[in-house]
């Protein structure tokens, strides 16, 4: 095959989701990690009912849904829970992406993004991927983005921030760096210079080419063909 698969992650408030927004624009395959993730842990699903029985029922909001904001704060304070969460919900989502990756690759489609929040934290994912990709941003832009984003002090964005792996380190496990510490016109650029790298990779060229070939094959097919009939 020559579809090829794209990581993409970032940093809590780093800008990632703006980096998607203009992917999706340019009409790029994206998958969304953090989406499945919801969905995977809906009531009556077999990740939800073993949430509950390890975290119990008061992280569960009325209507029977897990309160993101409830177990975020759980996780971020106890890396021991962070891991058990992982634990029940990791093979689900990894299950639901397989599943789009296959449905983009019955499309047509040459690459696809996988927009991983904790890419660089598991790392096992990494290997999977041709290229990977990182929102960046410096450490004060992030810091003040997430307090004011989600109303937090000092201390809980601090404690957020820090449950990840910095930023500085997983730069250097990327292959291409998007800096959105700037305005988003900045961003946006950036972006589209990336979009058109991945176009022009070896992999894409090979699947244009192998195109190229299949129709002029069928070309000359028809031509022959018609030739047959009207002798």
Not at 50 to 62: D, V
Not at 66 to 83: C, T, Y
Request: net charge positive.
């Amino acid at each position: 095959s020559t579809m090829f698969l794209v990581g993409l992650s970032g940093g809590i408030a780093s800008g990632k989701s703006t980096v998607v927004a203009v992917l999706r624009e340019l009409g790029c395959a994206v998958i969304d990690a953090d989406l499945i993730a919801r969905e995977v842990v809906q009531p009556h699903s077999k990740a939800h009912q073993q949430i509950l029985q390890h975290f119990g029922t008061g992280i569960l909001l009325e209507n029977g849904e897990i309160n993101r904001e409830a177990l975020g704060n759980i996780i971020f304070s106890q890396p021991e829970k962070r891991r058990l969460l992982n634990s029940i919900t990791h093979l689900e989502i990894l299950k639901e992406m397989l599943k789009q990756i296959l449905k983009y690759f019955v499309l047509g489609y040459r690459y696809v993004i996988l927009d991983i929040p904790l890419l660089f934290e598991t790392r096992g994912l990494t290997k999977f991927m041709k290229y990977t990709v990182l929102v960046y941003c410096d450490p004060p832009a992030q810091r003040a983005r997430l307090m004011r984003r989600n109303g937090l002090d000092a201390a809980a964005a601090d404690a957020r921030i820090g449950s990840q792996l910095p930023l500085e380190e997983k730069r250097r496990w990327a292959t291409h760096v998007i800096d959105n510490s700037g305005d988003r016109e900045n961003t946006r650029r950036q972006v589209l210079r990336l979009h058109a790298r991945l176009e022009d990779s070896l992999h894409f060229l090979w699947a244009r080419l192998a195109a190229g070939a299949a129709l002029a094959g069928l070309g000359g097919l028809l031509f022959l063909l018609l030739r047959h009939f009207s002798s």
